[in-house]
């Protein structure tokens, strides 16, 4: 619809199709129509008053008017169209059953992706920040994969550098050869004790620093001692990483370990302090000056000839255009990072790498708490394992007083509710923005939830169980009246395939998101104004009704979420 009013438009004005597509707004109320056009554009071509030309236009379009558009309005400078419901109701709930699970997929576009997330650190377990992260990556990976995109997910464990060493130290000094199983600590928790341990005993001992710095030179020398113990408290991590990338739905392609890589971005950076890329400081330590850029001097190499975190990122960029020749290489990570890959794109045009323009840095906001501010540090920190397991109990809690079901049912359902609760929560705020996570607001079956939106589509399902129960068949019914409710549904449902393409050229997983609720939003409403079952137009609307379940379940799948037939 929304092209062929972009046509009838382009045909009396010198704006191509897409240039008036572009321009088209969905206006704030339904009395204004379904799409508004903003005559100010044609103000230099036409020499006249934007009010005038939306007058003119008007009239021109008017006298020739397709089946699909009811009527055209001017409103001051905008022209107003407003699109025959019972024909667009037909064409769009046709499509949703014929197209089911593709409904809503873009011109397929073929190309190779590669996105890096979480790419955590080995010496704490994964926290709320990083389910952000993944959730986004994970949301991203399905958008780019509905466009018929080769996605390869990738993940860089930063496996070593002094973070490493610091819980590798206070292990070392305090840990008594206990293990995560004598503990009773799933094994990433149990170095993440560790980290927390050094930090406290840092205050009392000042030296601990040089202490884990030394342990570092150590540990790049090929020391065995130290080899030995990195190779226990990574093992140890690494399993518990897992464990929850396993329980929150994400599957990794290609596991890449700094560990492995760092020497060669040492090679990269040797190579390019040949060629002068690169100046060596007065204590050693290999540096770049960016200050013609508008950045600062940056360190790739320390002083003691370690490395740091960009040393071997220059090399995993190369390493995963030579691997996989992508078109697009997207990293995930929080925008406390923002100039650190401002500066990697930099230093690999500056080295002569051509890809440096493909890669792509989805950058995201803070997660605080109710409380403020998480520090891993101090052990102030909401563990992911932890959040999941607590968001579970309190839906078990909820799903007890509504309901007996099996031990085995519950579990399965309170994890499905949760995780639902968690992902919505991180992905209606925009990636960009910095968000606040309330877990107590994220399990409501009413607002804007995700527990909310399951409860819709499971609402949903239900009536269709009834007419399966009661053996009749959804029967294809025109309906030659449409009541305000279901009109407001049938063009909800209809937005979603230009809500996909907004949130694929966006990178924006809240769009989904926040479609999905107001989609949500005008079922619930259609259900309480429209009775379905027994109803004059019971054809109709059950079919209204099963393409709002297949349309909110293609959506809720680009954002990660399972759903459920009952709730």
């Known amino acids: 619809m929304k092209l062929l009013v972009a046509k009838l438009i382009s045909k ?10 572009d321009l088209l707004e969905v206006p704030p109320s339904p009395d204004l129509g379904d799409y508004a056009f903003p005559c100010f554009s ?15 236009l008007s009239e021109k379009i008017s006298k020739s008017l397709p089946k699909e558009i009811e009527r055209v309005e001017p409103k001051g400078p905008y022209l107003n169209f407003f699109i025959n419901k019972i024909l667009l109701a037909e064409k769009t709930i046709n499509l949703i059953l014929k197209e089911k699970d593709s409904y809503g997929k873009p011109k397929k576009s073929g190309k190779k992706i590669v996105i890096e997330f979480p790419s955590p650190n080995t010496n704490k377990p994964l926290h709320l920040g990083h389910l952000r992260n993944m959730s986004i990556g994970e949301s991203i990976s399905r958008i780019l994969e509905f466009e018929g995109n080769k996605v390869i997910r990738v993940n860089l464990n930063n496996d070593r550098g002094v973070h490493i060493c610091k819980s590798m130290l206070a292990y070392q000094k305090f840990g008594k050869n206990l293990t995560p199983e004598k503990s009773k600590m799933k094994s990433d928790h149990f170095v993440g004790h560790y980290y927390v341990l050094f930090n406290k005993e840092l205050e009392k001992n000042p030296k601990l620093d040089e202490e884990a710095q030394n342990l570092l030179v150590k540990w790049e020398e090929g020391d065995k001692k130290a080899l030995e113990l990195w190779k226990k408290m990574n093992t140890w991590a690494l399993k518990g990483f897992k464990e929850t990338y396993k329980n929150f739905g994400i599957k990794i392609d ?10 060669k971005g040492k090679e990269l950076i040797q190579d390019g302090l040949k060629k002068g890329v690169f100046f060596k400081k007065e204590d050693n330590a290999v540096a770049i000056n960016l200050k013609d850029e508008g950045l600062d001097e940056k360190v790739v190499l320390r002083s003691d000839g370690t490395s740091v975190y960009i040393t071997q990122d220059l090399y995993l960029a190369k390493l995963k255009f030579d691997q996989y020749k992508p078109e697009k290489s997207i990293y995930v990570t929080g925008n406390e990072q923002d100039y650190h890959f401002k500066v990697l794109v930099l230093i690999l045009k500056k080295l002569g790498f051509g890809f440096a323009d493909k890669i792509y840095h989805l950058s995201y906001g803070m997660v605080f708490l109710p409380e403020g501010k998480m520090k891993s540090r101090e052990g102030k920190v909401v563990e992911a394992d932890d959040l999941i397991e607590e968001v579970k109990k309190m839906v078990k809690h909820e799903i007890n007083a509504r309901v007996k079901l099996s031990e085995k049912e519950l579990e399965k359902r309170s994890l499905t509710i949760a995780l ?15 968000m606040t996570f309330n877990p107590n607001e994220s399990i409501s079956l009413e607002g804007n939830t995700g527990p909310y939106l399951l409860y819709s589509y499971a609402r949903s399902k239900s009536i269709l169980r009834k007419i399966k129960k009661g053996k009749k068949k959804i029967t294809k019914s025109k309906s030659t009246s449409l009541n305000e409710s279901e009109k407001a549904l049938i063009t909800k449902l209809s937005e979603f395939p230009e809500i996909v393409k907004s949130s694929l050229h966006q990178m924006n997983p809240s769009a989904i998101a926040n479609y999905s609720f107001l989609l949500c939003q005008c079922f619930n409403e259609f259900y309480h104004n429209s009775p379905v079952l027994n109803s004059e137009n019971e054809s109709f609307r059950l079919e209204l009704v099963k393409a709002f379940s297949q349309t909110i379940k293609n959506s809720l799948n680009l954002l990660g979420i399972d759903v459920l037939e009952e709730m």
Request: overall charge positive; proline content about 2%.
């Open 42 to 56: 044609l103000a230099k071509e036409f020499k006249k008053n934007p009010a005038i030309i939306s007058k003119e």
């Open 254 to 263: 290609k596991d890449y370990y700094e560990s492995q890589i760092y020497k």
């Open 12 to 21: 009396h004005t010198k704006l191509s199709e897409k240039q008036v597509a």
């Open 420 to 434: 639902a609760a968690i992902k919505y929560a991180l992905l209606k705020i925009e990636a960009s923005k910095n």
